[in-house]
């Protein structure tokens, strides 16, 4: 029977999601849309990323960030969510933890709140429909600035 070592890896690199140190960047996903979350978790996992939870409005977003912190590298977060929008919960976030890296995840049309949002303290954004290339370069870029 033919193991692994059997079959030379074409593609020898390490994956993205994967720290110098050779753990999983840790990412938690807060979206409203189920389809969304899925996708990005199947994007970032695919790369040695670990989503260490999801929440589906801004309100329990907070709370799953407070309860995770310290141990949470990167937040992808929608911009158009119920009971708490991700404007609103992006200020909580960065109220109680300043160095936060989140990305915001909107529909086109929404650049007002994309430029409220990085200039309250979102460090990147992503614009929906997703693209995995796209997605995987802004999330890489944003765990890179120090």
């Known amino acids: 029977m033919k193991?692994?070592?059997?079959?030379?890896?074409?593609?020898?690199?390490?994956?993205?999601?994967?720290?110098?140190?050779?753990?999983?960047?840790?990412?938690?996903?807060i979206d409203d849309s189920m389809f969304v979350t899925k996708q990005i978790n199947q994007i970032l996992t695919s790369e040695g990323f670990e989503i260490v939870g999801s929440a589906n409005n801004g309100e329990s977003g907070v709370e799953k960030y407070k309860e995770l912190y310290p141990n949470i590298d990167l937040v992808t977060m929608d911009i158009t969510m119920p009971k708490m929008d991700g404007v609103e919960c992006l200020e909580k976030i960065i109220e109680f933890d300043k160095?936060?890296?989140?990305?915001?995840?909107?529909?086109?049309?929404?650049?007002?709140?994309?430029?409220?949002?990085?200039?309250?303290?979102a460090k990147n954004y992503i614009v929906k429909p997703l693209d995995r290339n796209k997605v995987l370069e802004r999330v890489v870029t944003t765990l890179k600035k120090q």
């Open 99 to 121: 160095d936060a890296k989140v990305i915001m995840i909107s529909a086109l049309g929404k650049q007002d709140l994309v430029k409220k949002s990085l200039l309250i303290g």
């Open 3 to 29: 193991t692994k070592a059997d079959f030379p890896n074409i593609n020898d690199r390490q994956p993205e999601g994967l720290k110098d140190d050779g753990n999983p960047f840790r990412v938690l996903i």
